[in-house]
């Protein structure tokens, strides 16, 4: 389910604009974190992206689910990637969220802080 519901939030970003950079990044170790999608956007944003996806809306739905722990995770990985760069890009957290009525694209959902 969670491969499927990457490639839907791929293809969507795709179609928005984005380049892909890379999948599944992950940090060495444990207890490290995870990025699902590393994306490129036209102004030269790297956004780094969170795929969700649920089979209903109930708890509050798939974006409910990034919680903070899950933020910190990601944020985490993505200065990992980051400190490979020369010049670090501006960049953005973003969730794509694959529901049954469709996919919907939060830009900025959370900040690094």
């Known amino acids: ?3 499927a519901a990457e490639e839907d939030a791929l293809r969507f970003l ?3 604009g984005l380049r ?19 994306m490129h956007a036209a ?5 780094f ?3 969700r ?10 974006a409910a689910s990034v919680g903070g722990v899950k933020q910190r995770r990601i944020v985490f990985a993505a200065r990992h990637y980051l400190m490979r760069l020369r010049e ?7 969730v794509v969220v694959v529901e049954p009525d469709g ?6 959902a959370f900040d690094a802080s």
């Open 1 to 3: 389910m969670g491969d």
């Open 14 to 16: 795709l179609k928005q």
């Open 20 to 38: 892909l950079l890379m999948r599944n990044y992950r940090t060495p170790g444990r207890g490290g974190g995870e990025i699902d999608l590393i």
């Open 43 to 47: 102004d030269g944003t790297t956004v």
């Open 49 to 51: 992206v969170e795929v």
């Open 53 to 62: 996806k649920r089979a209903s809306t109930s708890h509050g739905g798939a």
């Open 88 to 94: 670090p890009p501006p960049c953005r957290f973003d």
């Open 103 to 108: 996919v919907q694209w939060l830009q900025a």
